[in-house]
């Protein structure tokens, strides 16, 4: 069974950190482009980050650079988002996603997402 679970949100102070994972079985993440979207109430989901599966690249939306961190541990097959200084404003549900283009079809798969709370 194709699946991606996220874990490790929660409710952390502002200024806080936590650390995301997103956790692969029936496929293998490193084959795959990864990236956390979050989605706020009332607000569209947006992108944070990404790693390219082909050359390990990264990307980050200009309001987490210097605060968040992807990476990929791919003898656990898992990818995580390390979060520091964390502001209210990052409020939402992260999802994880895995993307992989061959010719012709598209692989998309998507986690059931994980709550982070930054609140005092």
């Known amino acids: 069974q194709l699946q991606l679970v996220e874990s490790g949100g929660g409710l952390v102070q502002p200024g806080g950190s936590l650390r995301l994972s997103c956790a692969a079985s029936?496929?293998?993440?490193?084959?795959?482009?990864i990236g956390w979207f979050r989605q706020a109430p009332g607000k569209e989901r947006e992108g944070v980050s990404s790693i390219s599966s082909s050359d390990g690249s990264t990307y980050y939306t200009d309001s987490v650079k210097g605060r968040f961190t992807i990476s990929r541990d791919n003898a656990k097959n898992t990818v995580y988002l390390q979060m520091n200084s964390l502001k209210p404003e990052d409020t939402a549900v992260y999802y994880c996603n895995a993307d992989r283009i061959r010719p012709g079809v598209r692989y998309t798969y998507w986690g059931q997402g994980t709550q982070v709370t930054v609140s005092s």
């Open positions: 029936g496929l293998t993440l490193d084959m795959y482009t």
